[in-house]
């Protein structure tokens, strides 16, 4: 008998935003909707809305510490994630837990600056933060803004200096393991939202196209939260890198699905699992009609030249279609590859030997 899989637990050590589409409750939700088991220390909290941060409240560094110690002496941990943590000695201290405990996957998502621009972690912590964190990663996630400060030069302003950000990136990190650098590429003006992907050795560019929505709040935080969540489910690092690429991008595409304040909203970390009302939305319902469409030809007519040809060509629309709504692929890859799939069976419906109609 096959040993039962375990659903992994995955930690959240970061901010909370009451407005709930960044920090800790971004995270929870990230990791739920991705099939693990979500806890959490709390590492600041925040006064603020999908418009504007008005305060921060820093959590007794001894207290983190504690939080820390007591989850870890009783579950098992399969993957940390650290997102805000404010102050120097807020660092420390969750550098030393995690150096004690040593979680096998931690995902640093270098917290700066809050998407209403206020600054979410005081300057005189970004050394600690190179210092005492840094160290502890396994994967670093920063935007190009964070990159700069943590090079100590201006924003990577093209892919050419991405390039060379993120290898530099990579350099400073520990030299032992398996070490990655995610660097996120959506602050470019212009093309595709780009992310470079490194681990000193590959870099491996991932691209998809850029989503029109003014709900991109806490997609940091989402994208990162979700690396955690899929690391322990993923057979390499970069395998679960673009599975959550393509999780944000799904609840990029759904934000405006929402209606959570008046400034820039969060994303939609349920998308795949919530419908419209009693409905299934008009998306998956036309995936779900097209594939039952091309089932029942088949089963309905049995081999014949029509059906062979009809119904798998309707399966592979309605799988396109989940593929394109769920992950965004482009139609522009799904498009040559249903061609190549209705192809094979106009080809075997050439063959003398099956009958025009059922029955002959």
């Known amino acids: 008998m096959a040993a039962e899989v375990k659903i992994p637990n995955v930690l959240?050590?970061?901010?909370?935003?009451?407005?709930?589409?960044?920090?800790?409750?971004?995270?929870?939700?990230?990791?739920?909707?991705?099939?693990?088991?979500?806890?959490?220390?709390?590492?600041?909290?925040?006064?603020?809305?999908?418009?504007?941060?008005?305060g921060i409240f820093a959590v007794p560094p001894s207290f983190v510490r504690e939080q820390i110690d007591t989850l870890f002496a009783d579950v098992r941990i399969d993957a940390a994630k650290i997102g805000m943590v404010g102050q120097a000695p807020v660092i420390r201290e969750v550098a030393d837990r995690l150096a004690h405990w040593q979680p096998p996957?931690?995902?640093?998502?270098?917290?700066?600056?809050?998407?209403?621009?206020?600054?979410?972690?005081?300057?005189?912590?970004?050394?600690?933060?190179?210092?005492?964190?840094?160290?502890?990663?396994?994967?670093?996630?920063?935007?190009?803004?964070?990159?700069?400060?943590?090079?100590?030069?201006?924003?990577?302003?093209?892919?050419?200096?991405?390039?060379?950000?993120?290898?530099?990136?990579?350099?400073?990190?520990?030299h032992a393991g398996e070490r990655w650098v995610v660097l996120k590429g959506g602050h470019l003006s212009h093309g595709d939202a780009i992310d470079l992907v490194t681990d000193g050795d590959r870099m491996i560019e991932l691209a998809l196209p850029r989503i029109d929505t003014k709900n991109t709040h806490g997609t940091g935080c989402t994208l990162s939260a979700a690396i955690a969540a899929l690391l322990p489910q993923s057979p390499d690092a970069p395998t679960a890198i673009r599975r959550a690429k393509d999780y944000l991008a799904g609840a990029l595409a759904a934000a405006d699905r929402l209606d959570v304040?008046?400034?820039?909203?969060?994303?939609?970390?349920?998308?795949?699992?919530?419908?419209?009302?009693?409905?299934?939305?008009?998306?998956?319902?036309?995936?779900?009609?097209?594939?039952?469409?091309?089932?029942?030809?088949?089963?309905?007519?049995?081999?014949?030249?029509?059906?062979?040809?009809?119904?798998?060509?309707?399966?592979?629309?309605?799988?396109?279609?989940?593929?394109?709504?769920?992950?965004?692929?482009?139609?522009?890859?799904?498009?040559?590859?249903?061609?190549?799939?209705?192809?094979?069976?106009?080809?075997v419906a050439r063959d003398p030997r099956i009958p025009d109609r059922r029955g002959e």
């Open 105 to 174: 996957h931690v995902v640093l998502d270098p917290v700066m600056i809050a998407k209403s621009g206020d600054a979410l972690l005081e300057k005189a912590a970004v050394g600690a933060m190179l210092e005492a964190l840094l160290p502890c990663a396994t994967v670093l996630t920063p935007n190009l803004p964070e990159a700069g400060v943590l090079l100590g030069e201006r924003a990577p302003e093209n892919l050419k200096e991405m390039r060379r950000a993120a290898e530099r990136l990579r350099e400073r990190m520990t």
């Open 261 to 347: 304040g008046r400034g820039h909203g969060p994303v939609h970390h349920f998308h795949a699992l919530w419908t419209m009302g009693w409905f299934p939305d008009f998306d998956a319902i036309t995936s779900i009609g097209l594939i039952a469409g091309g089932v029942l030809i088949l089963a309905m007519d049995g081999i014949t030249k029509s059906s062979i040809v009809l119904g798998p060509t309707l399966i592979s629309l309605g799988i396109s279609w989940w593929l394109h709504d769920q992950y965004r692929w482009r139609w522009s890859l799904l498009v040559p590859i249903l061609l190549i799939v209705m192809g094979v069976p106009m080809l």
């Open 12 to 54: 959240t050590i970061a901010g909370v935003d009451p407005s709930g589409g960044a920090g800790v409750l971004a995270d929870v939700k990230a990791i739920s909707a991705l099939s693990a088991y979500a806890c959490a220390v709390v590492a600041a909290l925040t006064a603020q809305n999908t418009r504007a941060v008005t």
